[in-house]
Nanobody, 114 residues
Framework: QVQLVESGGGLVQAGGSLRLSCAVS????????MGWYRQAPGKQRELVAH???????NYADSVKGRFTISRDNAKNTVYLQMNSLKPEDTAVYYC????????WGQGTQVTVSS
């Protein structure tokens, strides 16, 4: 079973940057489609970025050009580099496999102040 541990969140001012990490066990990030999701208070969880096993990436329109998803196969870890952060990016961020979903981790809180 896939297990996921997210880290790297925090409090940042608008325009700042954060890098989130997702340590994966139970499966290889290199053969899975891996994604980053977020859930803001009172809203449904949404997919913001995903990376296919072949390396191609897709982004939600709201983060395109600001966020970059990547992975380190040797560390079996997926990253989300977030630049030019906006207050509306405030949410709990989660990672999961789209191809073999595991139980959701605790996520990591990202708070962007204006």
């Amino acid at each position: 079973q896939v297990q996921l541990v997210e880290s790297g969140g925090g409090l940042v001012q608008a325009g700042g940057s954060l890098r989130l990490s997702c340590a994966v066990s139970g499966s290889l990030v290199s053969i899975n489609t891996m994604g980053w999701y977020r859930q803001a208070p009172g809203k449904q969880r949404e997919l913001v970025a995903h990376i296919f096993s072949v390396g191609s990436r897709n982004y939600a329109d709201s983060v395109k050009g600001r966020f970059t998803i990547s992975r380190d196969n040797a560390k079996n870890t997926v990253y989300l580099q977030m630049n030019s952060l906006k207050p509306e990016d405030t949410a709990v961020y989660y990672c999961n496999s789209l191809s073999r979903p595991g139980s959701w981790g605790q996520g990591t809180q990202v708070t962007v102040s204006s």
